[in-house]
């Protein structure tokens, strides 16, 4: 009978999803990242996690006050906007920096928009972002891993007795690599694993492929996230950085480096894949995953910073709308209105 018709707005889900559900979903995923972070770099990882969450959750609660709006704690989404936003900034990061990294992460990266579902900005990016552009001495300032240093020292370019140990990041070598063309003579079996382990200098969350891609097949697994956007990610990564390392084998990093150093994991499966900021449909994931991958390594093969996960999830960001109006999908026995 068409009483008996429920008649409501897409998007349509057909399996019992909540916005609570997903970002529990996500946090879970993310507990392998920060146990490893917690194992290399100790008590300045609990510290950072604490405060950017801390921080994040404060924050929406007060904009929430202010505006006069319901509460939206409950879904958990300052949560998770806290933990990726800790899990991208440099260990030894000053609490007070973090406190204002994840103040405008809130603040201007989602409520100003409306709130969540309205921003149109990855909001951990949007903070890391304005940290990097306040604060770049302290954003590129690293630490070695507790389980090298006890003391967690800062590294210092004159520190160099320890070449492989002591420089900031594993994608900093690579830059060092292009420049004196000895890419081949830098890399080996030993950096790599110890990228995949994460016992190397880098932000909290993108040292540990191991603990990334464990997440990354839970919320495959969970179906809380799909393939497309992280495979195009990886894979239009992985085939730019094939190209350039066959063009000139001697200056460029091979290949699968790139997919374990740097943030390229932890942007592939938890940032990207931000449902509200990325295109609703595959064909639309696909485009935006593959400009993501390609944006990143253009940064970091060619631009002068190392690494380019922020940048490039910013600019696609920018323009998932446009990429949804051009990937329109045709409705039964039609098509799309302009």
């Given at each position: 009978m068409l009483r008996d018709i429920t008649v409501s707005p897409?998007?349509?889900?057909?399996?019992?999803?909540?916005?609570?559900?997903?970002?529990?979903?996500?946090?879970?995923?993310?507990?392998p990242a920060m146990a490893a972070?917690?194992?290399?770099?100790?008590?300045?990882?609990?510290?950072?996690?604490?405060?950017?969450?801390?921080?994040?959750?404060?924050?929406?609660?007060?904009?929430?006050?202010?505006?006069?709006?319901?509460?939206?704690?409950?879904?958990?989404?300052?949560?998770?906007?806290?933990?990726?936003l800790a899990l991208s900034l440099p260990p030894r990061l000053p609490v007070w920096a973090a406190v204002i990294?994840?103040?405008?992460?809130?603040?201007?990266?989602?409520?100003?928009?409306?709130?969540?579902?309205?921003?149109?900005?990855?909001p951990a990016m949007v903070g890391r972002a304005f940290l990097m552009?306040?604060?770049?001495?302290?954003?590129?300032?690293?630490?070695?891993?507790?389980?090298?240093?006890?003391?967690?020292?800062?590294?210092?370019p004159e520190n160099m007795t320890d070449r492989f140990r002591t420089q900031a990041?594993?994608?900093?070598?690579?830059?060092?690599?292009?420049?004196?063309?000895?890419?081949?003579?830098?890399?080996?079996?030993?950096?790599?694993?110890?990228?995949?382990?994460?016992e190397v200098g880098g932000c909290l969350g993108e040292t540990s492929a191991i603990a990334l891609l464990i997440g990354g097949l839970y919320l495959l697994i969970r179906r809380t996230i799909n393939f497309h956007i992280p495979l195009a990610v990886l894979l239009s990564a992985f085939v730019f950085a094939v190209i350039f390392y066959?063009?000139?084998?001697?200056?460029?990093?091979?290949?699968?480096?790139?997919?374990?150093?740097?943030g390229l994991l932890l942007g592939a499966f938890f940032i990207a894949t931000d449902p509200v900021t990325a295109p609703l449909t595959r064909r639309g994931m696909w485009i935006f995953g593959i400009?993501?991958?390609?944006?990143?390594?253009?940064?970091?093969?060619?631009?002068?910073?190392?690494?380019?996960?922020?940048?490039?999830v910013l600019l696609m960001n920018a323009v998932a709308p446009l990429i949804d109006k051009l990937c329109r999908r045709t409705p039964a026995g039609g098509k799309p209105s302009a």
């Open positions: 897409a998007p349509h889900i057909s399996q019992p999803l909540s916005t609570r559900g997903v970002m529990i979903d996500v946090i879970i995923a993310l507990v972070a917690g194992y290399f770099f100790r008590t300045h990882a609990a510290i950072l996690i604490c405060t950017c969450v801390i921080s994040c959750v404060v924050t929406e609660w007060l904009c929430n006050v202010i505006r006069k709006k319901p509460d939206s704690l409950g879904d958990f989404s300052a949560v998770v906007t806290g933990i990726i990294g994840s103040c405008f992460a809130i603040a201007i990266g989602k409520m100003v928009f409306g709130g969540l579902g309205a921003n149109i900005f990855n552009v306040s604060f770049g001495m302290m954003m590129t300032t690293w630490t070695v891993p507790a389980t090298i240093d006890g003391k967690m020292a800062k590294i210092a990041t594993p994608l900093a070598w690579s830059k060092m690599a292009i420049q004196d063309k000895n890419g081949a003579e830098l890399y080996n079996d030993k950096l790599f694993k110890t990228t995949v382990k994460g066959l063009a000139d084998s001697d200056a460029y990093i091979q290949p699968f480096f790139h997919l374990t150093a740097g400009g993501v991958g390609t944006i990143t390594m253009l940064i970091r093969i060619i631009g002068k910073y190392p690494e380019g996960v922020m940048f490039a």
